[in-house]
């Protein structure tokens, strides 16, 4: 990654992959797909996506979302007056969405959201908000320009447009020190001691609140979410988890801080998780 000045768009292109195990394979009644946005803002947006019950459910389903350092907008396409800013968890989370719903969301990439909208993740962070009360503006964006009657490709053509508008009339403030750090965290996959580690000329004190500000949570917290990403990114086996010792490899010292840390992060065990 090159820093901000120099082309932060690598932050985008490989570093960071945020996972949502969302919906399993097997669950034909629900339906999750993600989309990338337009180039023009691949800096700050991960992707949009979209839930959906494909009939509706005899019992109502429970979403899980596991930590993954975004910051998401989304909004009900039954009812696109319900749109919310969710923030920075420090724990996996879970929704009842009922037996029918129809969701479509925008995930920030981390730092994304403060970027373009002025508004410090920190103020997110643990919390889901309705968007009438974090960027009312927006919120009245989605009701006039976005229909229930338009496909996920239309609306997420829609979202491009008012998003780059957005980024166009924004003069971008890039703090260096604060993306130096950053990359360090996400080219070590969170394996780093960041006092020690994130040389950026900074205080402990100074970084903690740049991260509060872009992200929602201190570089040791961000740190440990990233290692916790790159697990499910190594979609290990139950058997390989155990014989491979992975938490040694992702900064754990022993298996019981990791499954401790991984239930929090998570919801269940990674046997559970993985099997």
């Not at 195990?21 to 990338?36: G, L």
């Not at 040694?248 to 022993?254: I, K, T």
Request: proline share 5%; charged share 20%; net charge neutral.
């Amino acid at each position: 990654m090159t820093y901000p000045g120099k082309g932060e768009s690598e932050l985008a292109s490989g570093l960071y992959a945020p996972i949502q195990p969302a919906v399993e394979a097997s669950q034909n009644d629900i339906m999750y797909r993600e989309s990338k946005p337009s180039a023009n803002l691949q800096d700050q947006i991960y992707c949009y996506w979209h839930l959906k019950t494909n009939f509706t459910l005899a019992q109502p389903f429970v979403y899980r979302i596991v930590a993954d350092g975004c910051v998401d907008i989304y909004f009900s396409l039954q009812d696109i007056d319900n749109s919310f800013a969710m923030g920075f968890y420090k724990s996996y989370t879970e929704f009842d969405l009922g037996c029918s719903f129809d969701f479509i969301g925008i995930r920030f990439y981390p730092a994304g959201f403060p970027q373009l909208f002025d508004i410090p993740a920190k103020e997110l962070s643990d919390g889901n908000y309705e968007l009438d009360q974090v960027l009312p503006w927006l919120a009245n964006s989605f009701r006039t320009q976005i229909s229930p009657y338009h496909d996920f490709t239309e609306i997420t053509h829609k979202l491009d447009q008012l998003l780059i508008q957005i980024r166009s009339q924004k003069a971008l403030h890039f703090d260096h020190r604060f993306y130096e750090a950053l990359h360090l965290i996400l080219k070590q996959r969170g394996v780093i001691e960041t006092e020690n580690e994130l040389n950026t000329g900074l205080s402990s004190r100074q970084l903690r609140r740049l991260f509060d500000h872009y992200i929602g949570t201190s570089p040791k917290f961000f740190s440990k979410v990233v290692r916790f990403q790159s697990i499910l990114h190594a979609k290990p086996s139950h058997h390989s988890l155990r014989k491979s010792k992975l938490f040694f490899d992702a900064g754990f010292y022993d298996q019981a801080h990791f499954i401790k840390d991984f239930k929090k992060l998570y919801g269940m065990t990674p046997s559970a998780a993985f099997r």
